[in-house]
């Protein structure tokens, strides 16, 4: 079993719909959580973290973090054809400063 | 903001030669990675570095070897370049908040 598991995608989401992506990981004491967007070819950036358990919003972004389920999830409102990308969900572990990568999920939003 | 340089984004070598991979970040960070990124199989760490001088293996060091002489400058040595260590090149960097930022990546092909 993977420590970070995410559905490999494709999802396709129309344009203004939201884009919801979910996230399991397999350590329980782990305490950050944070999920970037890499767009095809290019280096991962962030989009947000999370540390605590319920709801962050950033923007267009809401991150949710149950850590009784073990899994955080992120939404994207309103979704735009930009938001086309792979999102890969990173967790820190209780094992040190390493970040565990989950595989990512391809998004792909459709005018 | 943090910025993450990598020595070349794009990187041709053969078989057998000894390859660097610079890397260098401006925000005075302690914690300093290096990952490699192939299709199916994600971002893997090959190795890390929490401190000038110190160095932790990651998930799959085999072939590779690292050095960090200075805090900001962290260097991914491949001593001798096989087919098989074709990648995505990207380092990252990290301070207490355990962020993670990363470069733009090293697209490196071995012959």
């Known amino acids: 079993q993977k420590e970070v598991e995410q559905n490999s995608g494709p999802l396709s989401v129309p344009e203004g719909a939201i884009a919801s992506l979910n996230c399991t990981y397999s350590d329980r004491g782990s305490q950050s959580f944070f999920w970037y967007r890499q767009y095809s070819g290019k280096s991962p950036e962030l989009i947000m973290f999370?540390?605590?358990?319920g709801d962050k919003e950033d923007g267009r972004f809401t991150a949710q973090l149950n850590k009784a389920s073990q899994y955080v999830s992120l939404l994207i409102r309103d979704s735009q054809p930009s938001d086309s990308a792979t999102y890969l969900c990173a967790v820190l572990g209780t094992a040190g400063n390493k970040l565990t990568f989950g595989g990512g999920t391809r998004v792909l939003v459709k005018p | 903001d943090v910025k993450v340089t990598q020595s070349s984004r794009y990187l041709v070598k053969r078989t057998g030669e000894k390859v660097f991979l610079e890397c260098v970040q401006d925000?005075?960070?302690?914690?300093m990675f290096w990952y490699r990124q192939d299709p199916g199989l994600g971002l893997r760490l090959i190795y890390f570095?929490?401190?000038?001088?110190?160095?932790e293996k990651g998930d799959i060091p085999e072939g590779y070897s690292v050095s960090r002489e200075k805090k900001e400058r962290f260097s991914l040595i491949l001593e001798s370049a096989s087919t098989n260590q074709t990648s995505m090149y990207l380092c990252a960097s990290s301070g207490n908040a355990d962020t993670q930022y990363f470069g733009p990546g090293t697209r490196l092909t071995v012959l």
């Open positions: 999370i540390y605590s358990n």
């Open positions: 925000m005075d960070h302690e914690n």
């Open positions: 570095s929490y401190d000038v001088k110190m160095k």
